[in-house]
């Protein structure tokens, strides 16, 4: 292992790539800094206000956002290394001779790229620990869900960059293969906005950035996990299949397509399994704790049919909050769009049926045509011949907080000037002695 | 009747592309001897200790060690160590952590003093590979090999960056691994140096076999006139050109 390691971690790439990495997350940082605290100084003023000033999506995710991307344009050339300069230097065939299985080599390689790859956490992490050290709030569990997603992202690009790297003969073709992964699941979400990438619109529960976003709400989703740790392992049996010796081709393409279909059946399974854990300071991304008990007993299915368009505010406002409460207490609710079957916008017609919410629950009906959450719900127990339990719940009362002065200038100097300078300084130490001859 | 722990190859045949790089070479390697695979360029020395090594898949023929054929990875794994010709050490590793690598995936005991000493490997083990010398790199290679204690090692041109003197040494613990029970197998490019340290000679052009066996039964092939190893060869090569 000491061997891998050495090859990941004494190459200046890998520092120099960190570096870079922690300028774009030390970038995004700052800039979610500033805006935050411009925000906080309004809400300062009002205790409404100051409820808004929710740290996870003002510090956390758009610090994580860098992380995001430093993985997929930079992960994989950091991934890919520990196993095509294997192969670019000849030893690779060798090394699993005397490792006695290719397995082996391979768990070797994954571990260093990990590891590797796992220092383009550490500036999100070192600047989220600064920015609490300065004064700024940030709740340490879901601060974590929020990075075990990233953590998840990385595990699937280190697997793809490391199936790139057993496939194809050097770094440059395996870190081209990494980054074609990373692009494909961006081009997939950029799908809804460019006509041209419309054709991959059906193809959005493969997108990498649609599993992780409840890990950026602070919830714990088990089918995203399972999906994201799938698709890691995917990649893991595909750089097996890849890089193994084998006396006929058809075996080692057979193995592929048996790692590709497996892989590929198990996250179709996990796309759909809605259990989440809301770990959410506060567990303000649920409903309120007497509400979800009381939802949670209700016997039988809950249903509801929304009559509103894909476009409409109203249904996006709906699915952005209340719709994911309801999924969160009661993780089998089913909620029917029955105007996303029509090509043209039901809105236009302007029929009287537009803007209806069926419910059904325990063979109750009712009808209504608010989004608001708390009319919902009541609607959910009254189909359901029940009244609704305590609507309290503990509130979230929001970090507003300025940094400026001495403290915004501790911030900017670590983002900018110390951690890249300290990616570069170790680098450099550990590989200098490479050109003394 | 072949003596134990001997590698037989049988009709050994790789195919890339359309074209036959080896075609039906048939040979053994006894424990404690040194067989030296001669040939031009590009006659397919490297493809076929490839194929022998299980690293490139073959399109005919046996490979097979005490009389067991050997299919799996992991079968080649635990009969063969190989050093590639041109394989580069990771620069970034030390000396040390190569060396106890190597240590650490010792199938068999070995004699690792004498290993080291007679490579001098110790006054090397603080550098990183990316400084060595060629000579230091490929004794360190030498070492990471050799120390596997596999039942074979396959040497894909293991002496060409040595100067004599230190050739001596290691064409001198080379023959002291051999006589350990264990088969070596090595192409040589430089006919002096194979004749001095091998016991059999695979002589290898286009692909195909074209003598194999001791110095003295080549000499019979190649007729009366030639001595050493570089006439025999010369002489063999001569007459297969005419013979086509």
């Given at each position: 292992?000491r061997?891998?390691?050495?090859i990941?971690l004494?190459?200046?790439v890998?520092?120099l790539?960190?570096a ?7 970038h995004g940082?700052?800039?979610?800094c500033d ?10 003023a ?6 808004e000033?929710?740290?996870?999506p003002?510090?956390?995710r ?9 993985a ?9 290394r520990p196993?095509?300069?294997?192969k670019e230097?000849?030893?690779?065939g060798?090394l699993c ?17 990990v590891l590797a ?5 550490i500036p ?10 300065v ?6 569990l879901?601060t974590?869900v929020a990075?075990?997603g ?6 699937v690009?280190?697997?793809a960059a490391l199936?790139g790297a ?15 992964a990373s692009?494909t699941?961006?081009?997939i ?16 529960t ?6 992780l976003?409840?890990?950026g ?12 740790l ?10 097996w ?10 075996k ?7 790692v590709?279909?497996?892989?590929a ?7 759909p ?5 809301d770990?959410?300071e506060g567990g303000?991304a649920s ?5 979800v008990?009381g ?6 299915r809950i249903?509801l049919?929304?009559?509103l ?8 406002q709906?699915?952005?909050d209340?719709f994911?409460?309801l ?21 236009a017609e302007?029929?009287?049926g537009?803007?209806r919410?069926?419910?059904?629950a325990s ?11 708390r ?9 359901a011949g029940?009244s ?19 403290r915004r ?9 110390a951690i890249?300078l300290?990616f ?5 130490r ?8 | ?7 037989a190859v049988?009709?050994?045949g ?7 790089i ?5 040979f053994d ?6 067989t030296a695979?001669i040939?031009?360029n590009?006659a397919?020395?490297t493809?076929?200790f ?7 898949a073959v399109q005919?023929?046996?490979?097979s060690?005490?009389?067991r ?9 635990r009969t ?5 010709d ?9 000396v040390?952590t190569?060396?106890?690598?190597a240590?650490?995936r010792?199938?068999?005991p070995v004699?690792l003093k004498?290993?080291?000493?007679a ?5 090397l ?8 010398s060629?000579?230091?790199?490929q ?13 074979v090692?396959?040497?894909?041109e ?15 613990i080379?023959r002291e ?6 088969a070596?197998?090595?192409s040589?490019h430089?006919?002096s140096d194979a004749?001095?340290v091998?016991?059999r000679f695979?002589i290898?052009?286009d ?10 039964s080549l000499r019979?092939a190649?007729?009366?006139g030639?001595?050493?190893l ?8 001569e007459?297969?050109?005419?013979a086509?």
């Amino acid at each position: 292992m000491r061997r891998e390691l050495a090859i990941a971690l004494r190459a200046p790439v890998t520092w120099l790539v960190a570096a870079v990495a922690a300028l774009l997350v030390g970038h995004g940082f700052v800039l979610a800094c500033d805006l935050f605290s411009a925000s906080s100084r309004s809400a300062l003023a009002s205790t409404l206000q100051s409820r808004e000033m929710d740290p996870l999506p003002g510090i956390v995710r758009p610090t994580l956002g860098g992380v995001g991307l430093a993985a997929a344009l930079l992960g994989p050339l950091v991934a890919a290394r520990p196993l095509s300069m294997e192969k670019e230097r000849g030893t690779y065939g060798a090394l699993c001779l005397a490792e006695g299985s290719v397995l082996r080599v391979m768990a070797n390689k994954a571990t260093a790229a990990v590891l590797a790859a796992g220092l383009l956490l550490i500036p999100s992490m070192v600047l989220l620990f600064a920015y609490r050290a300065v004064g700024g709030h940030l709740d340490l569990l879901e601060t974590s869900v929020a990075l075990g997603g990233e953590v998840l992202r990385l595990l699937v690009v280190v697997a793809a960059a490391l199936a790139g790297a057993a496939w194809t003969r050097t770094l440059a073709q395996a870190a081209t293969v990494g980054i074609a992964a990373s692009l494909t699941s961006w081009a997939i979400d950029a799908a809804e906005g460019f006509a041209a990438l419309a054709w991959l619109g059906g193809a959005s529960t493969w997108s990498i950035e649609r599993q992780l976003v409840p890990f950026g709400r602070g919830l714990m989703p088990v089918g995203p996990s399972l999906w994201l740790l799938t698709a890691a392992g995917t990649g893991f049996g595909l750089a097996w299949a890849g890089g193994s010796f084998v006396q006929r081709a058809e075996k080692k393409i057979r193995a592929s397509l048996g790692v590709l279909v497996a892989g590929a059946l198990v996250m179709t399974s996990a796309g759909p399994v809605r259990r989440a854990y809301d770990w959410t300071e506060g567990g303000r991304a649920s409903l309120p704790p007497a509400v979800v008990e009381g939802l949670r007993s209700i016997p039988g299915r809950i249903e509801l049919d929304v009559y509103l368009d894909r476009e409409d505010s109203r249904r996006r406002q709906a699915e952005a909050d209340t719709f994911q409460k309801l999924v969160l207490a009661r993780p089998d609710v089913t909620i029917h769009m029955p105007l996303d079957r029509q090509e043209r916008p039901a809105e236009a017609e302007r029929g009287e049926g537009y803007g209806r919410i069926v419910v059904r629950a325990s063979g109750g009906v009712r009808e209504t045509r608010s989004t608001s959450r708390r009319e919902l719900t009541t609607l959910i127990f009254e189909a359901a011949g029940r009244s609704l339990p305590d609507w309290s719940q503990p509130s979230y009362r929001g970090f507003p907080v300025v940094i400026e002065g001495a403290r915004r200038g501790f911030l900017v100097a670590l983002a900018y000037g110390a951690i890249p300078l300290a990616f570069l300084l170790i680098g450099l130490r550990l590989s200098q002695r490479r050109t003394v001859r | 009747m072949t003596s134990p722990g001997t590698l037989a190859v049988r009709s050994l045949g790789v195919q890339i592309g359309a074209r036959w790089i080896v075609h039906d070479v048939s040979f053994d390697a006894r424990p404690g001897d040194i067989t030296a695979v001669i040939g031009p360029n590009g006659a397919g020395k490297t493809t076929l200790f490839e194929g022998v090594v299980g690293l490139r898949a073959v399109q005919a023929g046996s490979i097979s060690i005490d009389g067991r054929p050997l299919r799996a990875f992991a079968d080649f794994a635990r009969t063969f160590a190989f050093l590639p010709d041109a394989g580069i050490l990771p620069p970034e590793a030390s000396v040390h952590t190569l060396v106890e690598h190597a240590i650490s995936r010792s199938a068999r005991p070995v004699a690792l003093k004498r290993l080291r000493e007679a490579l001098a490997i110790d006054p090397l083990l603080s550098k990183l590979a990316g400084v060595l010398s060629r000579g230091e790199h490929q004794r360190v290679a030498l070492f990471s090999t050799l120390a596997l204690g596999r039942p074979v090692i396959v040497l894909d041109e293991p002496f060409s960056t040595f100067d004599p003197l230190q050739l001596r040494g290691v064409l001198s613990i080379v023959r002291e691994i051999a006589a350990e029970s264990t088969a070596v197998l090595a192409s040589i490019h430089q006919l002096s140096d194979a004749q001095k340290v091998a016991d059999r000679f695979l002589i290898l052009v286009d692909g195909k076999k074209l003598a194999f066996g001791d110095l003295s039964s080549l000499r019979s092939a190649a007729g009366e006139g030639p001595v050493s190893l570089e006439d025999v060869f010369v002489s063999l090569l001569e007459g297969a050109s005419r013979a086509s």
